[in-house]
């Protein structure tokens, strides 16, 4: 995929979280139930850094399970930053700091707390990343945010799966684009609540997961498939960066 792509891409789903912040927001709670089986990665007293952070909402869902986490959340919209900050001020035992900052530009760690994390999540974040090249680079960014050994969970959205998600799919040339422009498993989805805007997706799988992990140091310890009215709408994935580098 050429740089122009890229970036076009990009900027669909920044207008669209621009545009439909508040709205997002409201629908997506803390609790969803795939969440309670990656509790065990989470241990009491982590440093945890939760990219692609929205809302908080996983900050809410620890400070729910009463882990005492030192936080930090990072997010390039800064009106969801602005609902994180809000909806997560009287914490007890989440310790939480939110950090302006955009994935997919370089260096965007550069933003962080000179520190390394025990843990790394990225929910319902990868979908949106355009070009395997690109996802594969926030990847090696991860691995080399995380301690030796630590982990890094993810989620992506299994769209395809549903027909009622499929129904979401619109043409490219919405948006003046061309299927040629894109990669393969790339798709543009409608959204109707509180107005229409479209949202760029790619679609994720098991294999793909895969390629990614060992390309960029990590061991895959486990995947499994949860939420949604059909328990299948978001496949998770628990990650883990090699202890000693290969």
């Given at each position: 995929m050429d740089r122009?792509s890229?970036?076009?891409l990009l900027?669909?789903n920044?207008?669209?979280y621009?545009?439909?912040?508040s709205?997002f927001?409201?629908t ?6 795939g969440l309670e ?6 241990p009491?007293?982590?440093r ?7 809302n908080?909402?996983?900050?809410l869902?620890?400070?729910?399970k009463?882990?005492h986490v030192e ?12 609902v994180?900050?809000?909806s997560?001020?009287d914490?007890r035992?989440v310790k939480?700091?939110?950090?302006k900052a955009?994935?997919?530009s ?14 790394v999540?990225?929910i ?6 355009p070009?395997?090249?690109?996802r594969?680079?926030?990847f ?5 945010l995380l301690e030796?050994g630590g982990?890094f969970?993810l989620t992506?959205?299994?769209f395809?799966t ?5 129904k979401k ?6 948006v003046?684009?061309a299927?040629s422009?894109?990669e393969e498993?790339?798709?543009?989805l409608d959204?109707?609540s ?6 760029y997706?790619?679609?994720?799988d ?5 390629k990614l992990?060992?390309?960029a140091?990590?061991?895959l310890?486990?995947?499994f498939?949860a ?6 709408l978001n496949?998770?994935?628990?990650l ?5 580098p290969r």
């Amino acid at each position: 995929m050429d740089r122009a792509s890229k970036e076009k891409l990009l900027n669909i789903n920044r207008q669209f979280y621009a545009d439909f912040a508040s709205h997002f927001s409201a629908t997506r709670g803390p609790f969803q139930p795939g969440l309670e089986r990656i509790l065990p990665h989470v241990p009491d007293f982590c440093r945890l850094l939760d990219v692609g952070c929205g809302n908080g909402r996983l900050a809410l869902w620890l400070e729910s399970k009463e882990k005492h986490v030192e936080y930090v959340g990072v997010d390039s919209s800064r009106k969801l930053l602005e609902v994180a900050r809000s909806s997560t001020a009287d914490m007890r035992f989440v310790k939480p700091r939110f950090v302006k900052a955009d994935v997919t530009s370089d260096g965007w760690s550069a933003a962080l707390p000179a520190q390394r994390f025990d843990v790394v999540t990225m929910i319902s974040v990868l979908h949106h990343i355009p070009s395997f090249e690109l996802r594969l680079g926030i990847f090696r960014d991860v691995a080399g945010l995380l301690e030796p050994g630590g982990k890094f969970i993810l989620t992506t959205w299994q769209f395809l799966t549903s027909p009622r998600m499929r129904k979401k799919i619109v043409p490219w040339s919405l948006v003046g684009m061309a299927d040629s422009d894109v990669e393969e498993g790339d798709y543009l989805l409608d959204w109707r609540s509180g107005g229409v805007g479209y949202r760029y997706c790619h679609f994720v799988d098991e294999r793909e997961i895969a390629k990614l992990a060992e390309s960029a140091g990590f061991r895959l310890l486990e995947t499994f498939y949860a939420d949604g009215k059909e328990g299948n709408l978001n496949l998770y994935a628990v990650l883990q960066r090699w202890a000693n580098p290969r």
